[in-house]
């Protein structure tokens, strides 16, 4: 405790000289704080001796659904929210969730973050930040509540296609071109849900039991990238306990960690409904407090909020004494510091809205994240040259997925389902009939966005079955469109989904089509790993994600092959719920209130090497039109003095007939290690071109970083001497080569 505190003590320090040399700037004819000129911290200074006791206090916490209020009497104006992730939320009342009415708040539809992370490639990141970065700043929003980096711990978890994967390393990669690209555009990212909010179960009532170890090796490493490398200027806490404390306010969380470890100077946001305790709100970390029941306890009163535990309850302990101005002010310093950034940026471009680019970049990002799980008998692609008829089967092919799921629902401009993207790229070259095969959620409304969809449906489950494989028989090939959804336990915030398996029945039109038709691809919709009991009568498995408004058009560019799929899983389809560590370990269970994190540092693919568990697709798998072999590993040094650097080098070549992407992995494995540690871990990824008979020369550098382990008892990172073996291939169970190296 001595050391953590000493660590705040002097990142404290160093802002406070910032800001007292910052403040000796040469006067300007007007306010400091109004003079662009002038750096930050000197403008945050400025208007930070000039605000009363109650606007510092109102500054720090909402004044409506997505907005907190800015100081009218110094010219300072008010901060304004926005969901999502995957595109700017529509307008909705001043005190209401529902919609606005407006006319001109449509946006475009990003894919998902799993598909973003799917695609393995930091490029896509920064087109994604670059692009709905714009959409925000068009739209006048000063923070963007994304991106989400939770790690994918249970496939059950609801939210888990708002997030980044099972792997810290590639969320890590992933986020920071997001955060860096988005804010160039003046808009804060707000990085989320601060921490350990890996399931919606009981989502405001459990604790989060884990080891210090686990914390920081999987689940805190996105969000110290996405704060240390990305610069991000806000964060929101998550719902969860931590140690007995909302994560929201958080002493160990927060100040120990995010404010004093990782020296972060941006604004701890609540998330909606997150704060819960005036005393710990105001000396454990939150400095904005945002969507609380609006009498700071149970209800939601209209406007009522001064009720917040941030608001009147605060003013009044700052007016009797009994809490400190000094940490108020620390508050409103950085709330300042990140209006410096957004609202009161007067350098900040114009942004965007729905235009050419970003459908564009819609398309190719989805384009590069849809994963191809398997292609027997190249039933893929679809060869237009000699098929004549298609047939398309399942609810999801016509079902739009922008709207639901919870905070990402979208109000879209145009979304592209499949079945409208398989008739543009066939266009009059096959013909294209359509069964439905089941029914699923026949809702197409949140929150007042309404999709405009008639998905009623009077046959039965045998019937639908029965004219899907008719249509089947008569057709040259079949693309079945199925998986999940957003509705409620199931793709969805506020629920997880009861079981692996696939709802609707949709297991039993799967198989039959399978015996009707060998020429038949499975596309996936969801964000989320399913059970695939029919894997093995299935020829070709495609996972299509939540890919946004041009979803149709991308799942088409690969199906008929203008897009050769490079997508790579970002985390692991297990055969059964149990050979996921959560579940072997009986550590999750929707109506405990203490879930303790028991498989440790072994999630994902940590936990199926471990345990020598087959997946039914591992972390990192995807396949191509073409083929990639890979020559023999090279290490620069065979031993290395702890502290330097060591390069691992693989050629690969394309050894197929068409151009393709291969995304090379890098895993280390610590061979003599103190304390038990993974087989192998992610540790370098590189996405490059290829075309056909071409050979890349991939490099891989190996800091002392990338070697380390924590150690919870000396509580911090270790290198020890010994041996490592790099393992470099395709997927985390398709390793192609492997070279060791001796640290000493």
Same mark, same amino acid.
């Given at each position: 405790?001595?050391?953590?505190?000493?660590?705040?003590?002097?990142?404290?320090?160093?802002?406070?000289?910032?800001?007292?040399?910052?403040?000796?700037?040469?006067?300007?004819?007007?306010?400091?704080?109004?003079?662009?000129?002038?750096?930050?911290?000197?403008?945050?200074?400025?208007?930070?001796?000039?605000?009363?006791?109650?606007?510092?206090?109102?500054?720090?916490?909402?004044?409506?659904?997505?907005?907190?209020?800015?100081?009218?009497?110094?010219?300072?104006?008010?901060?304004?929210?926005?969901?999502?992730?995957?595109?700017?939320?529509?307008?909705?009342?001043?005190?209401?969730?529902?919609?606005?009415?407006?006319?001109?708040?449509?946006?475009?539809?990003?894919?998902?973050?799993?598909?973003?992370?799917?695609?393995?490639?930091?490029?896509?990141?920064?087109?994604?930040?670059?692009?709905?970065?714009?959409?925000?700043?068009?739209?006048?929003?000063?923070?963007?509540?994304?991106?989400?980096?939770?790690?994918?711990?249970?496939?059950?978890?609801?939210?888990?296609?708002?997030?980044?994967?099972?792997?810290?390393?590639?969320?890590?990669?992933?986020?920071?071109?997001?955060?860096?690209?988005?804010?160039?555009?003046?808009?804060?990212?707000?990085?989320?849900?601060?921490?350990?909010?890996?399931?919606?179960?009981?989502?405001?009532?459990?604790?989060?039991?884990?080891?210090?170890?686990?914390?920081?090796?999987?689940?805190?490493?996105?969000?110290?990238?996405?704060?240390?490398?990305?610069?991000?200027?806000?964060?929101?806490?998550?719902?969860?306990?931590?140690?007995?404390?909302?994560?929201?306010?958080?002493?160990?969380?927060?100040?120990?960690?995010?404010?004093?470890?990782?020296?972060?100077?941006?604004?701890?946001?609540?998330?909606?409904?997150?704060?819960?305790?005036?005393?710990?709100?105001?000396?454990?970390?939150?400095?904005?407090?945002?969507?609380?029941?609006?009498?700071?306890?149970?209800?939601?009163?209209?406007?009522?909020?001064?009720?917040?535990?941030?608001?009147?309850?605060?003013?009044?302990?700052?007016?009797?004494?009994?809490?400190?101005?000094?940490?108020?002010?620390?508050?409103?310093?950085?709330?300042?510091?990140?209006?410096?950034?957004?609202?009161?940026?007067?350098?900040?471009?114009?942004?965007?809205?729905?235009?050419?680019?970003?459908?564009?970049?819609?398309?190719?990002?989805?384009?590069?994240?849809?994963?191809?799980?398997?292609?027997?008998?190249?039933?893929?692609?679809?060869?237009?040259?000699?098929?004549?008829? #298609?047939?398309?089967?399942?609810?999801?092919? #016509?079902?739009?997925?922008?709207?639901?799921?919870?905070?990402?629902?979208?109000?879209?401009?145009?979304?592209?389902?499949?079945?409208?993207?398989?008739?543009?790229?066939?266009?009059?070259?096959?013909?294209?009939?359509?069964?439905?095969?089941?029914?699923?959620?026949?809702?197409?409304?949140?929150?007042?966005?309404?999709?405009?969809?008639?998905?009623?449906?009077?046959?039965?489950?045998?019937?639908?079955?029965?004219?899907?494989?008719?249509?089947?028989?008569?057709?040259?090939?079949?693309?079945?469109?199925?998986?999940?959804?957003?509705?409620?336990?199931?793709?969805?915030?506020?629920?997880?989904?009861?079981?692996?398996?696939?709802?609707?029945?949709?297991?039993?039109?799967?198989?039959?089509?399978?015996?009707?038709?060998?020429?038949?691809?499975?596309?996936?919709?969801?964000?989320?790993?399913?059970?695939?009991?029919?894997?093995?009568?299935?020829?070709?498995?495609?996972?299509?994600?939540?890919?946004?408004?041009?979803?149709?058009?991308?799942?088409?560019?690969?199906?008929?092959?203008?897009?050769?799929?490079?997508?790579?899983?970002?985390?692991?389809?297990?055969?059964?719920?149990?050979?996921?560590?959560?579940?072997?370990?009986?550590?999750?269970?929707?109506?405990?209130?203490?879930?303790?994190?028991?498989?440790?540092?072994?999630?994902?693919?940590?936990?199926?090497?471990?345990?020598?568990?087959?997946?039914?697709?591992?972390?990192?798998?995807?396949?191509?039109?073409?083929?990639?072999?890979?020559?023999?590993?090279?290490?620069?040094?065979?031993?290395?003095?702890?502290?330097?650097?060591?390069?691992?080098?693989?050629?690969?070549?394309?050894?197929?007939?068409?151009?393709?992407?291969?995304?090379?992995?890098?895993? #280390?494995?610590?061979?003599?290690?103190?304390?038990?540690?993974?087989?192998?871990?992610?540790?370098?990824?590189?996405?490059?071109?290829?075309?056909?008979?071409?050979?890349?020369?991939?490099?891989?550098?190996?800091?002392?970083?990338?070697?380390?382990?924590?150690?919870?008892?000396?509580?911090?990172?270790?290198?020890?001497?010994?041996?490592?073996?790099?393992?470099?291939?395709?997927?985390?169970?398709?390793?192609?080569?492997?070279?060791?190296?001796?640290?000493?």
């Amino acid at each position: 405790m001595k050391m953590k505190l000493t660590a705040r003590f002097y990142v404290l320090l160093s802002l406070s000289a910032l800001a007292a040399s910052c403040c000796q700037a040469p006067k300007s004819e007007g306010p400091v704080y109004l003079d662009d000129s002038q750096p930050i911290e000197a403008r945050v200074e400025d208007a930070l001796s000039r605000m009363t006791l109650e606007e510092k206090v109102k500054i720090i916490h909402a004044q409506s659904k997505f907005s907190s209020a800015g100081v009218p009497r110094l010219g300072i104006p008010e901060l304004w929210t926005t969901d999502g992730p995957h595109g700017i939320r529509p307008e909705v009342l001043w005190d209401e969730w529902e919609q606005a009415g407006w006319t001109n708040d449509s946006c475009v539809a990003f894919p998902a973050l799993t598909c973003l992370a799917a695609t393995w490639n930091e490029d896509m990141s920064a087109l994604y930040g670059k692009s709905i970065g714009e959409e925000a700043r068009f739209r006048e929003k000063d923070i963007l509540l994304g991106p989400g980096v939770n790690i994918y711990r249970t496939p059950l978890n609801g939210r888990n296609f708002e997030y980044m994967g099972e792997d810290p390393y590639l969320a890590s990669r992933m986020v920071v071109p997001y955060v860096q690209e988005v804010q160039k555009n003046g808009v804060a990212v707000c990085v989320k849900h601060y921490a350990l909010n890996n399931q919606e179960a009981k989502r405001h009532e459990y604790d989060a039991i884990l080891s210090d170890r686990a914390l920081y090796e999987i689940y805190l490493p996105a969000f110290k990238a996405a704060v240390q490398e990305g610069g991000a200027w806000s964060i929101m806490g998550a719902y969860n306990f931590y140690k007995g404390q909302h994560a929201c306010h958080n002493e160990y969380l927060l100040n120990d960690i995010l404010k004093g470890e990782w020296g972060f100077d941006g604004v701890v946001i609540s998330d909606w409904g997150g704060t819960h305790d005036t005393d710990q709100a105001i000396t454990n970390g939150l400095d904005l407090e945002f969507g609380t029941w609006t009498d700071g306890l149970t209800m939601g009163a209209t406007n009522g909020y001064d009720a917040y535990y941030l608001a009147d309850p605060y003013l009044k302990k700052l007016r009797e004494g009994s809490a400190s101005e000094d940490i108020l002010n620390d508050k409103v310093r950085r709330v300042l510091r990140l209006m410096f950034r957004t609202s009161m940026n007067n350098d900040k471009p114009s942004g965007s809205l729905c235009s050419p680019e970003h459908y564009d970049a819609a398309r190719k990002i989805a384009g590069e994240g849809i994963v191809l799980l398997k292609n027997d008998n190249e039933v893929l692609p679809v060869d237009l040259a000699s098929v004549k008829k #298609i047939a398309v089967i399942g609810e999801n092919a #016509i079902k739009m997925m922008t709207v639901g799921g919870g905070s990402s629902s979208l109000k879209a401009q145009h979304e592209c389902i499949p079945l409208e993207g398989i008739m543009a790229a066939v266009g009059d070259k096959a013909e294209v009939v359509y069964e439905r095969g089941y029914v699923g959620d026949v809702s197409g409304n949140y929150n007042g966005v309404v999709t405009g969809q008639d998905l009623s449906e009077s046959r039965t489950e045998e019937q639908l079955i029965a004219d899907a494989v008719a249509a089947a028989k008569n057709a040259d090939v079949v693309l079945f469109f199925g998986g999940l959804n957003k509705a409620s336990h199931q793709d969805c915030e506020d629920s997880d989904r009861y079981h692996l398996e696939l709802p609707y029945a949709q297991d039993k039109v799967i198989e039959a089509l399978a015996e009707a038709n060998p020429n038949l691809a499975v596309v996936i919709i969801s964000g989320n790993a399913v059970a695939m009991p029919w894997v093995d009568k299935v020829n070709a498995i495609v996972e299509g994600w939540y890919s946004g408004s041009q979803m149709g058009h991308a799942i088409a560019d690969v199906l008929f092959g203008k897009v050769n799929p490079s997508g790579k899983l970002p985390f692991t389809f297990p055969v059964k719920l149990e050979d996921n560590g959560a579940h072997a370990l009986n550590a999750y269970d929707p109506q405990d209130l203490t879930v303790e994190y028991k498989e440790d540092i072994y999630v994902g693919y940590r936990w199926a090497d471990k345990q020598q568990i087959k997946p039914l697709f591992a972390f990192g798998h995807g396949l191509s039109y073409t083929e990639f072999t890979y020559g023999d590993a090279k290490v620069s040094k065979n031993s290395v003095k702890a502290g330097a650097d060591v390069s691992v080098s693989v050629d690969v070549t394309n050894t197929g007939k068409v151009a393709g992407k291969e995304v090379v992995q890098l895993y #280390i494995g610590d061979e003599q290690s103190r304390l038990e540690r993974p087989v192998k871990e992610l540790k370098g990824f590189s996405k490059i071109a290829l075309e056909p008979g071409e050979t890349k020369t991939v490099t891989f550098s190996i800091d002392p970083e990338k070697l380390m382990y924590f150690d919870d008892e000396k509580h911090e990172w270790v290198l020890e001497d010994g041996k490592f073996t790099a393992y470099v291939g395709s997927a985390s169970d398709d390793i192609r080569t492997q070279v060791s190296f001796e640290v000493r």
